[in-house]
């Protein structure tokens, strides 16, 4: 498979709401854009749903992965 085959199989599975700073993920995982609590100015992203994440067919750590790309993108 080739490496842009790759990018946006991974790409089709987020759905992203840049008005609400959220992308919800093919798994259920939600990532969330908020300011940071100690620092207004900056950004913090967060995942909920995790607790009922598929360990075996989802990587915690990849999903993060993908999410901060996303934002850094400008995708929500």
Do not use: C, Y
Not at 20 to 49: C, W, Y
């Amino acid at each position: 498979m080739s490496m842009n085959h790759r990018n946006r199989s991974w790409r089709a599975q987020w759905t992203s709401e840049p008005v609400s700073r959220t992308a919800v993920h093919k798994s259920g995982v939600t990532a969330r854009v908020q300011p940071s609590p100690t620092d207004p100015t900056k950004d913090r992203i967060t995942l909920d749903n995790t607790a009922t994440l598929d360990l075996d067919r989802w990587g915690l750590g990849q999903l993060t992965e993908q999410a901060v790309k996303l934002w850094l993108e400008g995708e929500f």
